[in-house]
């Protein structure tokens, strides 16, 4: 009986009788786009929003549409931000001001006496770290893709670590002088060290090469992680050379540009508020660039977050995003400007806003 009544309450199809006068019948184009359009459909969208609707529509669109960088090409990027009525973090569409709550971890937005949360973002995943200051300390790490929900759990290092680095399955963390690292699927941590001369300051992946910002002296390295059978120490291979920015008050960061590595300097000089550096590899010389070819790059405080190719909607090229806790800002490298708008105000132990990308998922 049940039965029965679910499907009286089903509408029927349309009549093919026409009650109009008009010998022909006028039929309205089917509600949906044609398969073959799908893919260029959703190359389009730049809300996440519209993106999983479309997707959601019917199962052939869902098998059309996976979730890859291609699919995602022109959705803008997000900033995971605090959230204070669930105590957690949301993604926020700066265009539309609109907040997305789907799938995201939950993490503390304080600290109490004995734990402390960090999170970092590496283009669509984060990395959840809980530092427990107990006695041993012991470091906890999740890393969680924000569009699908898929989770890995490492195991603690045997050693609390500061900073972290994700880019594949390469898991790497350092502070001062000495590197862990291990690969997701094989959590098995190990460490490396530098000389007593050398703190590491400054890492980034490109190409699958390790850079590091190196102290004294501010200079950049290639870094060679021992191989599986060893455990002798990190081998550093200087770049080489000198840096021709005087101002005072300077910050520098590595970054990358399609493949490129970068030098960026955060200061406050006359000559502009960020300088961008390229090696010259045929001089084996650090010059000073005035554009990216069209590409932006984002930087959480002064940690490098992602860049982004040409004509990207609704993001400016040749430019540099800055966000903090304080701040968000936008640097021109063409004219110099510097566009900035205030935003939460800094509490202790609140994380600053952090850029995810969905087109690097």
């Given amino acids: ?5 679910r499907r009286r309450r089903i509408p029927s199809p349309p009549s093919t009788a026409s009650f109009s006068r008009s010998p022909t019948v006028a039929t309205d184009p089917p509600p949906y786009f044609l398969p073959e359009l799908i893919p260029e459909v959703a190359r389009r969208l ?3 929003q519209d993106f999983f609707a479309l997707r959601a529509a019917c199962r052939a669109y869902r098998a059309l549409l996976p979730l890859t960088p291609s699919n995602l090409a022109s959705q803008t990027p997000l900033l995971l931000v605090p959230c204070d009525d669930s105590e957690s973090h949301a993604l926020l569409h700066l265009p539309l001001r609109r907040i997305h709550r789907f799938r995201l971890p939950r993490t503390g937005l304080g600290a109490t006496h004995d734990v402390v949360t960090e999170v970092r973002t590496f283009g669509c995943r984060v990395a959840i770290s809980n530092t427990h200051y107990s ?11 924000l ?6 759990c490492l195991p603690s290092p045997t050693r609390v670590f500061d900073r972290i680095l994700l880019s594949g399955d390469l898991v790497v963390s350092w502070e001062y002088d000495h590197i862990i690292y291990c690969r997701v699927g094989v959590p098995k941590w190990r460490m490396a060290s530098v000389s007593l001369a050398n703190d590491l300051y400054n890492l980034i992946l490109v190409k699958d090469n390790i850079y ?7 200079r950049v390295a290639l870094v060679d992680l021992p191989d599986e059978n060893n455990n002798n120490g990190l081998k550093l291979t ?12 300077r910050v520098f960061s590595l970054a990358e540009c399609r493949g490129e590595l970068l030098l960026v300097i955060f200061s406050k000089g006359s000559e502009g508020w960020f300088h961008v550096l390229q090696r010259q590899s045929e001089e084996g010389k650090w010059v000073r660039i005035t554009n990216l070819g069209g590409c932006t790059l984002f930087f959480a405080g002064s940690c490098f977050s992602g860049c982004l190719g040409p004509d990207h909607p609704g993001i400016r090229g040749d430019c540099i995003y800055v966000t903090t806790s304080r701040f968000r800002c936008v640097f021109s490298l063409i004219d110099k400007s510097l566009d900035g708008v205030a935003t939460l105000r800094e509490e202790p132990y609140r994380c600053p806003p952090l850029w995810v990308f969905p087109s690097m998922c």
Avoid: C, W, Y
Wanted: hydrophobic share 35%; net charge negative; aromatic share 4%.
């Fill in 238 to 249: 200087f770049l080489g050379g000198g840096f021709d920015i005087q101002e005072d008050g």
């Fill in 147 to 152: 569009l699908t929900g898929e989770r890995v």
């Fill in 135 to 145: 006695r041993p300390p012991k470091r906890d790490l999740t890393i969680v893709h």
């Fill in 1 to 5: 009986m049940a039965t029965a009544n």
């Fill in 46 to 48: 730049t809300s996440l």
């Fill in 212 to 218: 590091a910002l190196v102290n004294p002296g501010q």
